[in-house]
């Protein structure tokens, strides 16, 4: 469970953070860094079990039928990369508070940064193919959401673009998962992994190539490296941890996790050496022509990256202990860089090289730190890089298979390890050498400064140190392939033809920096800018274009084209249905009742002056009507739940338009040309015929369905419940509610980001007079108290009688819509209700109600009871079933609120002044 305990508490924080940040700011960093190291702390308490060659399980039925569970499983390779996502977490959690400005509360950084680190954790935890792919995704939208973070111009392009190419490993991946699913018989992870030898030629091994393709999209390897660099523009703490220790190593995990699989075969390994090693030298070139140390870093990324690619496609015990060693180095290094980088663009206003001569007499602390962090990067002693580096080099000279295969490996590896240092070498030299060009510059405070440091003083202390990691990296490489002994890992292994090419690195690297003037030029000719960016954005352009001449017949202001073409379809529908349906049974019985011709009589009376009326108020009153004369039809046939659910959607359909209406001319837009009108009626026509026809042919000719039978014997055993209708809702068919219940809370959303564009551009007076109704503010006085309890009292009855939590929450809904037909400006006590709120409370009810059966080794969304002090027992339903009144309450209030709009200027009737 204490896998569970974790994930969960990384969703606390991060439902916690608003709460946090609301007293504390942006100072919230410092508790959510606290919360972090929590998490890993309680991971920690488990590595004796994983010392012990065992692991930490726990699974739940997800998907009983297809043999898909909920599954997390923990080994010493998983806890590594939980340890990074959470330890360089907490340090960029510790830095966000002085980096991020002072002037807001900077509530969604704080919220999407910790759901990302759940997401990361959900990934590397997974144990079922379908659950992986979720949290893969997860991180694909997060990281999206993370970049494009403060809605800049020039952010929305670099996040698209790195949501495509991520996207696009995700459909690969998604499609391997559906292959070895298929091909093996289970989405077990573990039993995948542990038997390689069921795994068959044909489709089966086609999954590794997508897994392949999914890993380098997600790990920017050539010819996908081109979207990290652009997703600089993100925020510097969110490149320190999605940049250098969390996305970019979510392709790392998944190769390593993999190679258990597909390892071992030629295409796999020679794929993955040949494609890491181009990557490797391909981002150390262009790393070596940026002036932006951003810039830089981002493309030194790639090419470590490119690296860690190669060395597990060596496929030794030797080679998986190196790739994970060089993962824990470079997410401590490049994290501290990122992080120093912000500072010294903080405190110079500039993070051009060129510009930041001198900083070591301004800056000595952060400038000491940048070399400490520098020197690993490059591989000097006596950092962990250093001991990374060697091993990576090792493992390069030793593959198999090919004679000279391992030298020329090596060899790629010292030429990329060689532009490293190079460029490292640069960054040094830049904030080392020359002039103070800006004398008022400073250090910046201890706490700013201090996340940087501590992790900068762990990857230096590391090196000598290197020991204290070997028995868990050891364990971890045993664990990505049990393939035979991973070497114990040591600061000095003796003179060795390892150390022999990192020497031989430094010396070349040396002559490179020092050959720096006549490398420039030959350097600016590379292109910098990857052809795949401009094939990329031109098929973006290629589908907007398509999508507008698609969406073209949509974008007109008339409700005819729209109403259009669903109709005509309704009718070739049942044209089609004319000629391909054969005989119908016999119909069982007459369906038709005596008083069904009285409700249509009634019915011909409205929709008659619905066509002849100009006036908008009784076009909206005589639709009303048509609406409560059906609801007393369904009344009649024994569907109560439908009779009140339709008359309340009427009356609130109602509200709203009248407050859509408010302001406006009441009398209706001509109809337009003769032929228009024509036409309309014929379609009217034919639709009625092909409704009319459609509903004689269908009605009373089956019996009743083996399902429908079921839920009317076995629904109130089941349940406990008498009330059919939402004992479907909530118990049975709970899952699809909740999926619409989050569609209706999406749409609030989009409600509440949707801006006016008159609000936007006229300046809000002062003083705005609003129009009091004294008869409407008198029904609202009287009724609303009176609503609303209905409400309460439909809420708790509807599990055994004529209720629920939609129909309750209709009704709450219609109370606030009234209140702004008789307040514009809002009513005193429902137009304080907040759309975010009641979302955010009602998603969590109905996802607690759902995850709380999985404690008792149950499926989601299984009702079960629990005991409540002075009620007895409650069912979870009921709590899933408030969850849902929220949600669609905060649906009406959002329609409610949007459509208000209050008219200025003075009007007829009472007048009240509010000062906004």
Not at 151 to 158: E, S
Not at 524 to 548: K, Q, V
Not at 581 to 604: C, Y
Not at 683 to 698: I, P, S
Request: glycine letters at 10%; aromatic letters at 6%.
């Amino acid at each position: 469970m204490i896998l569970v305990a974790v994930l969960g508490w990384q969703l606390l924080l991060a439902v916690g953070a608003p709460a946090l940040t609301r007293p504390l700011g942006r100072n919230a960093g410092y508790v959510l860094a606290a919360g972090y190291l929590a998490g890993a702390g309680l991971l920690t308490t488990e590595s004796p079990v994983l010392l012990a060659d065992q692991a930490v399980t726990v699974s739940w039925p997800w998907l009983p039928s297809l043999g898909v569970y909920a599954a997390l499983r923990m080994d010493a390779l998983s806890f590594v990369f939980a340890l990074l996502v959470l330890g360089v977490g907490a340090f960029v959690m510790a830095y966000c508070p002085r980096y991020l400005s002072a002037g807001s509360r900077h509530t969604r950084v704080y919220v999407t940064m910790t759901l990302f680190a759940g997401a990361m954790l959900g990934l590397v935890l997974a144990d079922d193919l379908l659950v992986l792919f979720v949290f893969w995704e997860l991180t694909s939208i997060l990281s999206f959401l993370l970049i494009g973070q403060d809605g800049r111009t020039k952010v929305r392009g670099p996040a698209i673009q790195a949501l495509i190419v991520t996207t696009t490993g995700g459909v690969a991946l998604l499609v391997a998962v559906v292959v070895l699913s298929a091909s093996l018989g289970t989405s077990d992870l573990d039993r995948i992994l542990a038997d390689p030898g069921r795994l068959a030629t044909g489709p089966a091994w086609a999954a590794g190539a997508l897994v392949i393709l999914a890993a380098i999209t997600k790990s920017a390897q050539v010819p996908f490296h081109f979207w990290l660099p652009g997703a600089m523009v993100a925020l510097t703490p969110v490149s320190a941890y999605l940049h250098a220790a969390t996305l970019v190593k979510a392709g790392i995990y998944l190769l390593m996790r993999f190679s258990a699989l597909f390892g071992g075969q030629w295409p796999w390994d020679l794929t993955l050496i040949g494609l890491g090693l181009l990557t490797a030298i391909v981002g150390a070139l262009l790393a070596l022509r940026q002036h932006d140390l951003k810039a830089l870093l981002a493309y030194s990324t790639v090419s470590q990256l490119g690296l860690l690619v190669g060395v597990i496609g060596v496929g030794t015990p030797a080679s998986d202990a190196a790739a994970i060693l060089y993962t824990i180095a470079h997410a401590l290094f490049k994290a501290t860089l990122f992080m120093l980088v912000g500072i010294i663009d903080r405190q110079a206003g500039s993070r051009d090289i060129r510009a930041l001569s001198g900083l070591r007499r301004a800056m000595p602390i952060t400038v000491m730190l940048t070399v400490l962090a520098a020197m690993s990067l490059a591989g000097l002693p006596p950092t962990i890089g250093f001991v990374g580096k060697e091993a990576i080099f090792d493992a390069l000279s030793g593959v198999h298979g090919v004679p000279w295969l391992g030298w020329v490996a090596a060899g790629l590896a010292v030429l990329a390890s060689t532009l490293t240092f190079a460029y490292a070498a640069r960054l040094v030299y830049g904030v080392l050498s020359g002039p103070i060009r800006q004398r008022e510059l400073h250090e910046p405070a201890w706490s700013f400064l201090a996340p940087a440091a501590v992790a900068a003083v762990i990857a230096t202390a590391l090196g000598p140190t290197v020991a204290v990691l070997s028995p868990m990296v050891e364990r971890a490489a045993s664990d990505a392939r049990p393939q035979g002994q991973a070497p114990y890992l040591a600061f000095w292994h003796g003179f060795t033809p390892a150390l022999g090419l990192s020497v031989l690195t430094v010396l070349l690297g040396t002559l490179l920096f020092l050959c720096r003037g006549r490398t420039d030029s030959m350097l600016a000719a590379i292109p910098t800018t990857s052809p795949f960016t401009g094939y990329l954005e031109r098929f973006r352009r290629t589908l907007l274009r398509l999508g507008a001449v698609v969406a073209r017949p949509a974008r007109v202001t008339a409700p005819a084209p729209y109403l259009t073409r669903p109709l005509l379809a309704v009718v070739a529908l049942a044209a089609v249905a004319v000629l391909l349906v054969g005989p119908l049974p016999a119909a069982q019985a007459d369906p038709t009742r005596s008083g069904d011709w009285l409700v249509l009589g009634l019915l011909l009376v409205p929709l008659a002056g619905l066509v002849s009326t100009r006036s908008a108020l009784a076009a909206v009153a005589l639709t009303g009507a048509v609406g409560l004369i059906l609801a007393a039809w369904f009344l009649t046939v024994g569907a109560p739940d439908v009779a009140l659910t339709l008359m309340l959607v009427e009356v609130l359909t109602t509200v709203v338009v009248m407050l859509a209406l408010r302001g406006r001319p009441g009398r209706l837009v001509a109809p337009g040309r003769r032929a228009g009108i024509v036409a309309g009626a014929g379609l009217a026509v034919l639709v009625g015929a092909a409704a009319t026809a459609a509903t004689a042919a269908l009605t009373g000719r089956r019996d009743l369905s083996p399902a429908g039978d079921w839920y009317l014997r076995e629904a109130s055993a089941t349940t406990g419940g008498e009330n059919l209708v939402n004992t479907i809702l909530v118990d049975f068919r709970a899952l699809d509610t909740l999926g619409e219940a989050v569609v209706l809370g999406v749409v609030a959303v989009g409600l509440v980001g949707l801006a006016r564009p008159d609000e936007a551009e006229r300046p809000r007076p002062a003083a705005v007079r609003h129009v009091v109704d004294p008869v409407l503010e008198l029904a609202y006085r009287v009724l609303a108290p009176v609503m609303l309890a209905a409400s309460a009292l439909l809420f708790l009855r509807g599990h055994e009688e004529l209720g629920g939590g939609f129909i309750a929450a209709l009704l709450a809904g219609t109370a606030v819509g009234l209140g702004h037909l008789a307040h514009p400006a809002g009513a005193p006590l429902l137009g304080r209700l907040r759309v975010v709120p009641l979302l955010t409370v009602g998603l969590l009810l109905a996802l607690a109600a759902g995850l709380a059966p999985l404690a008792a080794g149950r499926v989601f969304l299984t009702p079960i009871k629990f005991p409540l002090p002075g009620v007895g027992s409650v069912t979870s339903a009921l709590v899933f079933d408030l969850g849902v009144y929220l949600m669609v309450l905060a649906l009406v209030v959002a329609a409610v609120r949007r459509l208000d709009s209050a008219p200025a200027g003075p009007a007829p009737g009472p007048v009240r002044e509010r000062v906004r």
